[in-house]
C-alpha cells in the first residue's frame, strides 16, 4: 500500500446529446474534451480508503469545445472526481470515475443574440461526470485508460431555460505518478483511527432542511423559494453505506405565485403549492463527505400529483458531533423530473 501523487491529462472526442425534441441547436459533428487533473492515490491509511479499494482523488481542470462557436460556446470547469476500482483482471483494471464541480458556458440563451441555445440560461453551472474505463501500467510511474461516458452541464433551473447540456464519448488518459511514497503501516493506523474516529450507529432517525431557488418560464425573471423538510429512519447496511427511507414536505413558492395571479384564492394558491412525498434514500460516505441519491414519490396530497416521482443527488459533508444531540451535516441538493431540473438547494442536517 504506497501513496502516490500525479498527474493526468486526458483527451475525449465527443457528441452532444440531444436529448429533448424541443431543443433548438443543431448538434455539432463533433466536441472536444480536454482535462488535466492532479491525482492522489490513496493508500490505505484511512478506515473508508480500504473499505473503497483505496479510490484515486483527482481535482481537473476541464476545457470543452462543443463543436458549435456561435450557439454553443465552449465550457471551462472545476471538477473534483473519485476513481473507483471494480474488477482487476492480471494487470488491466475496470475503474468508475465519479466527479461533479462548477463550470463558466460562454454562450448561454439570449433572446436576441444567441436564441437557438435554449438548453442552458446561465453562464455559471454545475458540472456533473460519470465514465468508466480500462486502465493499464506500463510501469510503476506511467498507465493509460480507455473510458467512455457522459459530462452533464445544469444550473439546476435556477435560471432559465434549463435543459442541460450533455456530452458522450471516448476518453484517452494518460497518467503519470511522482516518486511513490514510502508504504504506511496499516494496522498501526488501522488501531489508532478505530480509538479516534466518530461512531455511526447501525440505526439512525434522519432530518433535514432543503431551501432551493428556481427561476420558471421566463428568463431573466424573479427567482422563487422552494422548502423542504423530511424525516427518514436509515440502517447502515455496510461500514460505508447506509438506506433511508422517510416523508418529505415542500412547499413551493413559484408555484403559489403561478396560481395566485391565475385568479385562484389564497388558500387554495398555498394548498396547491404544496407537495407531499415518500421516498427512499442511499448514502455512500467517503470519511466526513458523501453523496446522497434519492428517489421521490408524490403521494397526491395536499394537491393532486402532476408528477409521479422525482429524483435528488445530495453531496455533503458531515460536521463534528454536538456531544448528546448527533451528527450535524450541510450539503447542496439537485433535484430533477426524469432529465429535467426543478431547482438548486443548500442543505442542512442531522443525523441521531
Do not use: C
Not at 476513481?83 to 436576441?112: D, E
Not at 493509460?144 to 484517452?172: D, K, R
Not at 444531540?325 to 442543505?347: E, N, Q, R, S
Request: glycine content about 8%; charged content about 20%; aromatic content about 16%.
Amino acid at each position: 500500500m504506497q501513496a502516490q501523487h500525479g498527474i493526468s491529462a486526458v483527451y475525449a472526442p465527443s457528441k452532444v446529446l440531444k436529448h429533448r425534441d424541443n431543443l433548438l441547436f443543431n448538434v455539432p459533428s463533433l466536441s472536444n474534451e480536454f482535462r488535466l487533473a492532479y491525482t492522489y492515490q490513496t493508500n490505505g491509511e484511512k478506515d473508508w480508503q480500504r473499505f473503497w479499494k483505496n479510490p484515486r482523488i483527482a481535482l481537473n481542470l476541464i476545457y470543452v469545445n462543443f463543436g458549435d462557436a456561435d450557439v454553443l460556446g465552449s465550457a471551462f470547469a472545476i471538477v473534483p472526481e473519485l476513481h473507483f476500482s471494480l474488477v482487476q483482471y492480471k494487470k488491466l483494471l475496470l475503474n468508475m470515475q465519479f466527479g461533479t464541480g462548477v463550470s463558466y458556458l460562454t454562450r448561454p440563451f439570449n433572446a436576441i443574440n444567441n436564441p437557438n441555445n435554449n438548453a442552458i440560461g446561465s453562464n455559471l453551472n454545475n458540472t456533473t461526470s460519470l465514465k468508466f474505463g480500462l486502465e493499464y501500467p506500463w510501469n510503476e510511474q506511467l498507465t493509460t485508460s480507455l473510458s467512455t461516458g457522459i459530462v452533464h452541464f445544469s444550473n439546476g433551473l435556477s435560471s432559465s431555460p434549463n435543459s442541460g447540456i450533455n456530452i458522450y464519448g471516448a476518453s484517452l488518459n494518460v497518467n503519470y505518478k511522482f516518486t511513490v511514497l514510502p508504504p504506511k503501516d496499516i494496522e498501526s493506523i488501522s488501531t489508532r483511527e478505530a480509538e479516534e474516529s466518530p461512531t455511526y450507529r447501525k440505526w439512525i432517525v434522519d432530518a433535514q432542511y432543503h431551501y432551493g431557488f428556481t427561476e420558471h418560464t421566463t428568463t431573466g425573471g424573479p427567482k422563487y423559494g422552494v422548502h423542504a423538510i423530511s424525516l427518514g429512519a436509515g440502517y447502515r447496511y455496510k461500514e460505508y453505506m447506509t438506506v433511508l427511507v422517510g416523508a418529505e414536505y415542500e412547499y413551493n413558492d413559484g408555484k403559489y405565485t403561478f396560481f395566485k395571479r391565475n385568479f385562484e384564492t389564497e388558500e387554495d394558491s398555498r394548498r396547491m403549492a404544496k407537495r407531499s412525498i415518500i421516498y427512499i434514500e442511499n448514502e455512500f460516505r467517503y470519511g466526513a463527505v458523501f453523496n446522497r441519491f434519492r428517489l421521490g414519490f408524490y403521494v397526491g396530497w395536499p394537491y393532486a400529483k402532476s408528477k409521479t416521482n422525482y429524483f435528488k443527488v445530495v453531496s455533503g459533508i458531515y460536521l463534528p458531533n454536538i456531544e448528546g444531540y448527533g451528527k450535524p451535516y450541510v450539503g447542496i441538493v439537485l433535484k430533477t423530473h426524469t432529465a429535467i431540473a426543478d431547482y438548486l438547494a443548500i442543505m442542512g442536517g442531522i443525523s441521531f
